[in-house]
C-alpha cells in the first residue's frame, strides 16, 4: 500500500454522507423488512426472529451496496481510509516483534515503522485525532534518531505488505 494525498474536507463530507445514508437505509429497510416478514408467514406471539431477519436482509443490502459501489470516484476517498485503517491494523498485530527486530537492527522493521507512523499521521490527521499526535510525534523522533545513528536510507515507499510476513 501507497501512502496517497487525499483532500480532508472532501473525504469528511463523503464519509458523513455515507454514514448518513447507511444509517437511514439500515433503518428503513429493516422497519420494512421486519414488518414485511411478519405480514407474509407471522402469525400470533413473538416476532423477534422476523425483525432480526429484517436487520440482517438490510445489513447483508447494505453490505452488498457498499461492495458494488467500492470502485466509485465517489467513494475514492471513503475505501482509501478503509483500506489504510486495515494496512495499519495488520501491522499493529505484529508491532511487538517489529520494535523487538528495529532494536536488533533489522531493516525491514524499520521501514515497517516509518511506514505505520507515517500512516497513522496522515489517519489522525484527516479524522482529528489530535490526543495522540504528541506521542506519536515521540515514537517518530525515536526512530528518525536511529535511522540517522546508523546512517540508513529509508522512505515510506520502501514499505511493502509483503514484509509483515517475516515478523
Known amino acids: 500500500m501507497k501512502l496517497q494525498e487525499i483532500d480532508k474536507s472532501r473525504y469528511r463530507k463523503h464519509l458523513n454522507m455515507v454514514i448518513a445514508a447507511l444509517i437511514v437505509s439500515l433503518m428503513v429497510m429493516a422497519l420494512s423488512f421486519g414488518q414485511l416478514l411478519i405480514m407474509l408467514l407471522g402469525g400470533d406471539g413473538d416476532h423477534f426472529i422476523f ?4 436487520v440482517a436482509l438490510a445489513g447483508g443490502l447494505c453490505l452488498w451496496v457498499l461492495y458494488r459501489f467500492r470502485q466509485h470516484e465517489f467513494m475514492t476517498e471513503v475505501v482509501y481510509v478503509w ?4 494496512g495499519l491494523n495488520k501491522i499493529y498485530r505484529k508491532l511487538r516483534k517489529i520494535e523487538a527486530a528495529k532494536e536488533e537492527g533489522d531493516l525491514n522493521a524499520v521501514v515497517i515503522l516509518n511506514f505505520y507512523y507515517a500512516a497513522s499521521s496522515q489517519l489522525f490527521k484527516l479524522d482529528d485525532n489530535t490526543i495522540t499526535m504528541d506521542s506519536l510525534q515521540l515514537e517518530v523522533n525515536k526512530l528518525q534518531a536511529l535511522i540517522e545513528e546508523k546512517d540508513l536510507k529509508v522512505t515510506i515507499e520502501d514499505y511493502n505488505p509483503s514484509m509483515l510476513k517475516a515478523f
Open 83 to 86: 483500506q489504510l485503517k486495515q
Open 51 to 54: 425483525n432480526l431477519s429484517g
